[in-house]
Structure formats: structure tokens, C-alpha cells
């Protein structure tokens, strides 16, 4: 195809799809579809609520009526996708309370794009999935609704998102793209697209599910990684040593990877090794090292709140009925996405031993917070006292608090990500 000849359908327009959405209509022609009306009327606004793009970026390429010329029309309508030759899905793989995929979303987008299906188009999926999971689970969706055949009336693709949240150094455009295509035509069609936007460059897999597996098991290491340092951190503990002057000594040497200990949440690295250990145990293979590690760093929520328990108890502070200030709700810092995050396994143990919780972050939205968690948060910095505070989420804001106006005589302040100075602090994971 020529470049005018190119008109992209983004399919879920989050934290992965609008930024990818506002990159590609830099150059082509892009709808951007979402199911959610609020989110389309706000980005129509020239507003993005994840704080992704600067309103000025997004009001750059926005435009409220579909053409053929570049820019981004965003809309809940499915017709407006029919003129699209591409689709790209963008859609969450999250996993259920029993740590097993959910592939619902993707099904459904997949049955979205058959219904508007074309011969010739080409369908790339950037959503995070167990290898397999392209051609095996949403191929077969896309031809019984279009009622088309793979290879022959359309054609597939896999690009795995690398997105990083809040991340203003690290954009789509900065960080080089994994593509593949469901034959070697097609994968380099797949690659030239990409390549036409991604300033940092391509990758081509060989096959889909080469571009699967390697999505899945960058989150993997990440997460073993984590596991490690995490369970380094309880060792260090026992012996009064403070973990992080132990891996800064360690660092000083060129091949030591610099993991710190910590809350492991969000949407990737605390979802995907169980895309990975499903389909592994499908094969009949139970993975050891991938669980231990899910398992350790599934726990950290849990061990945090008891580490502040005890330093509470070691001052003479009244556990039942305590006031305790828990610094953040997002997954990580400086921004705010609340997906997965493990704060809420802190909190919900801490309200088990009987104390009294209040929420301050003021990046989170209070609104979805609730809806998620059934937790309520303030975006204001409370005026009273409390008997502890336990920092969860490095937000700058975090840094420069007067923690002194905030403590009761006893009270204490744990510092989970070692962001404070040593004098506004009791103990550090």
C-alpha cells in the first residue's frame, strides 16, 4: 500500500493504545475505537486523564471528523471502522482472582474487528498473551464472525506493547518494537509500519509466537529478578542489615543488575508469568522457578504490613484502633494507574490487625480507586496525626512532606521504597 493508502483502526484507546494511536496519526490516517463513551468524550476534549500525552500533543493530532487525510479521530462508533485496512488491538490481558488469564477483552475485540473485516487487511495484536494465543485463541474468532480465512482473505500480526507507564523519557516512539506477521510478507509489511513511527527502530521476529514468548518473558526475568532482591531483603532483615547499602556495595561491580526490593503490581510484570506458567503447564510442564518467584512477590504486600506492625509494637504503639497513613495507591510512582496494584494487599492487612487506614495520593483518581478496590482515597494531605505512616509509592510529592507534623509522639514512618532521608524514617524495606 502507499502511504495514503494506509487508515489504522486502534482498538482500545488506555495507556497503550492512545499513545500508539497519536504516534501513527502523525503519519496516517487513524480511528481510534473505545467501548467506553466517557474516555472518548474526554479525549475528543483534547484531555487524557492517564496523563500519558500533554493535552497540547493529543489536540495536535485530534480531529472530529473522520477523513482521509492524518490525525486521529476517536470515536465509540464500530462502523467508523470499516474503511480501515489495519487494526491494531490494544486491549488489557488481566488474570482473575485464581492468577489465570483472562482473555475476555481480546475475544471481544476480536469479535469487534470481524464484524468490520476486510479482505486484504491485517490485524496486529499488541496485547500481552501466552504464546499461541494469536493464532489459536483470536484467529479463529476473527474468521467465523468475518467468515474469512487467515493467509488467504486476511492476514495477522503480533507487536507486543512495551509501554511504561509515566514514563517521560521512555515514549512509544523511543523504544525499539518487537513486530511479526502470520506469513514472512505480511511480517514485514507489519515491520514497515512500525518502522515508519518507531524512531529507535524494529525487530522482527520469524513467527508470531517467537514475538509472544518474548514479550512474556521480559516481565518474567523482571519479576525473578524482583522475587530475588524481595527475598534478600527479608534475609537482611533478620540480621539487621540495611539491604540497600548491600546492593549499592554489590552494584560497584559491572555485571551486578540493579533490582530493588519492592511492591510488584501492575499491569506486566505482576501479570504476565501467569500467561507464561499457564500455557507451560498446558504442556505438562509445572514451572518452578516463575511460580516461587510470583509467589514471593505476591506475599511482599503482606509482609510489609507486619514489618510496620512490629516496628509499632518496638514503640509502644497501640495496634488496635491506630491511625495509620498509607502514602500512595498506584502501582508506581508518578502516575496514575491503579491497575494491579500491590498496595492494596498493605492495606487490607494492616485493617486485619484492627487498625483505622486513610489513603493519600495525589496522583490516583478517588473515583476509580473505589470502584476497583472499594477503598476510599484523598487527594489532599490530610491535617491530623497518626501513629505510623508508611510510604508505599515514591511520588515526588513524597519527598519533600514534613513528617514530623504528621506523627504522633510515638509514632513511626516505614519507608517501603528508601526515598527519605534517613532522619525522616524508622526503617526502610
Excluded at 496519526?25 to 473505545?34: E, S
Excluded at 472518548?40 to 489536540?59: A, F, H, Q, R, W
Excluded at 491511625?323 to 494491579?340: A, H, M, Q, S
Amino acid at each position: 500500500m502507499n502511504l495514503e493508502e494506509i487508515k489504522i483502526g486502534v482498538i482500545g484507546l488506555g495507556y497503550v493504545g492512545l499513545p500508539l494511536a497519536r504516534l501513527f496519526a502523525t503519519k496516517y490516517a487513524v480511528v481510534g475505537f473505545d467501548i467506553n463513551q466517557l474516555r472518548v468524550d474526554e479525549l475528543n476534549l483534547g484531555k487524557d486523564s492517564t496523563l500519558e500525552l500533554e493535552n497540547t500533543v493529543l489536540v495536535s493530532v485530534l480531529k472530529h471528523e473522520k477523513s482521509d487525510s492524518k490525525g486521529l479521530f476517536c470515536t465509540t462508533s464500530k462502523d467508523e471502522l470499516k474503511s480501515c485496512n489495519y487494526y491494531v488491538i490494544t486491549v488489557p490481558t488481566p488474570i482473575d482472582k485464581n492468577n489465570r488469564p483472562v482473555l475476555t477483552p481480546l475475544i471481544k475485540a476480536s469479535e469487534l474487528v470481524g464484524q468490520v473485516l476486510d479482505k486484504g487487511d491485517i490485524v496486529i495484536y499488541e496485547s500481552t498473551v501466552y504464546p499461541g494465543a494469536t493464532e489459536e485463541d483470536c484467529v479463529p474468532v476473527l474468521e467465523e464472525i468475518s467468515g474469512l480465512k487467515l493467509n488467504k482473505d486476511f492476514f495477522a500480526g503480533y507487536s507486543p506493547e512495551r509501554i511504561n507507564p509515566g514514563d517521560k523519557k521512555h515514549t512509544v516512539e523511543k523504544i525499539l518494537k518487537v513486530t511479526s506477521g502470520s506469513t514472512e510478507e505480511v511480517g514485514i509489511k507489519v515491520d514497515n509500519l512500525y518502522s515508519s513511527v518507531i524512531e529507535a527502530g524494529t525487530h522482527l521476529a520469524p513467527t508470531i509466537k517467537v514475538a509472544e514468548a518474548a514479550k512474556v518473558i521480559e516481565n518474567s526475568q523482571r519479576d525473578i529478578n524482583i522475587a530475588f532482591v524481595n527475598e534478600l531483603a527479608k534475609i537482611f532483615n533478620l540480621m539487621d542489615i540495611n539491604t540497600h547499602d548491600v546492593l549499592a556495595a554489590a552494584g560497584t561491580k559491572w555485571n551486578f543488575l540493579p533490582f530493588k526490593p519492592g511492591l510488584v503490581g501492575g499491569h506486566c510484570i505482576g501479570v504476565d508469568p501467569y500467561y507464561l506458567a499457564q500455557k507451560a503447564q498446558e504442556f505438562g510442564y509445572h514451572p518452578e522457578i516463575i511460580l516461587a518467584g510470583r509467589r514471593l512477590n505476591d506475599g511482599m504486600g503482606e509482609y510489609v504490613a507486619s514489618e510496620l506492625v512490629k516496628l509499632m509494637i518496638k514503640n509502644d504503639v497501640q495496634i488496635k484502633g491506630a491511625k495509620i497513613l498509607v502514602l500512595g495507591i498506584t502501582f508506581k510512582e508518578n502516575c496514575p494507574d491503579v491497575r494491579n496494584t500491590k498496595v492494596v494487599d498493605v492495606i487490607s492487612s494492616l485493617q486485619e490487625y484492627g487498625t483505622e487506614v486513610l489513603i493519600y495520593d495525589p496522583w490516583a483518581n478517588v473515583t476509580e480507586v473505589e470502584k476497583e478496590y472499594g477503598l476510599k482515597s484523598t487527594k489532599e494531605m490530610p491535617n491530623e496525626l497518626f501513629d505510623a505512616i508508611v510510604l508505599t509509592v515514591a511520588h515526588k510529592e513524597f519527598k519533600n512532606i514534613e513528617y514530623e507534623k504528621l506523627k504522633k509522639e510515638k509514632a513511626v514512618v516505614y519507608d517501603v521504597k528508601n526515598v527519605l532521608e534517613k532522619k525522616n524514617k524508622d526503617k526502610t524495606l
